[in-house]
């Protein structure tokens, strides 16, 4: 993970406390610290990695895994997950996060982006605990179709004033683990001004913004509709203004090459969920992102998008 990404074969590393303190070839290592080492651990055979880096889950999910398979994403969201979420307690939040964070750390993963949720203070309780980092995001909707009955709709004001209140709460805590960045759920669901003044509170408080991004032709169609841009939503948030680099857009499924071209400027970085797009989306064009310099990662999405928290097998 070094700018010279060296790759020790006979390797060697010293821990201290929950720090790197070296690492180099193993007789080196050996010969420098054996007389100092607390304990010491053959890994003869095995590979260390970096931990991986999940860029897209949903931890409150965890719990939902099976209830919506072989669905369109609209009956998906709207009758299965929607009502699902809607009833969650800050508890079930925090529990939700511990299972899927304990499947995270078994696949090998040491950091994650939240795409969204309900409770983020339950989530970040659970976070504490398992040691992982991450970057959470409270879900905002502040109109569109579908939101279940008692769970209404939030003002834009609430939506912006909870996520400032959640940055100053637990941004750079459980020593520095804990990001909060805004979350955005999807253009369906978000007026113009809950896309404008997210845009300018996370440049304000220097974080980033996690969105679901063009996932199916519908959303685009109803962009270009409503909006009166010639494609989708990747189309709008250029005008707007909110490509940038502190964005991360999950799936970016339906884009088209001036698309690519926009997201690639801004410097906006894509997290690809092959399951998720296998199950549901349809496939991105990550060849033609990648050519076009675009920072693509890997994601699994929520449990009831894939069904494993397996990054290796995402
Ligand atoms: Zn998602």
Redesign the pocket.
Known sequence: MDPQKRVFRNGGLVVEADRIKAIGQSAEIFHEFSAIAGELVDLNGRILLPGFVNT???TS?QLARGIADDVDLLTWLHERIWPYESNMTEEDSYISTLLCGIELIRSGVTCFAE??GQHVSGMARAVELLGLRACLTQSTMDSGQGLPDHWGVHSTDYCIQSQKELYRKHHETADGRIRIWFGIRQIMNATDRLLLETRDAAKELNTGIHM?VA?IPYENQLVMDTQGVDHGTVTYLEKIELLQSNLLA??SVWVNKSEIGFLSKAGVKVSH?PA?AMKMLGFAPVKEMLDAGICVSL?T??AP?NNRMSIGLS
Request: glycine residues 18%.
């Open positions: 897209h889950v949903h999910q795409a969204g679901h996932e999950a799936h969920c998720a994601g999405d929520g998008s």
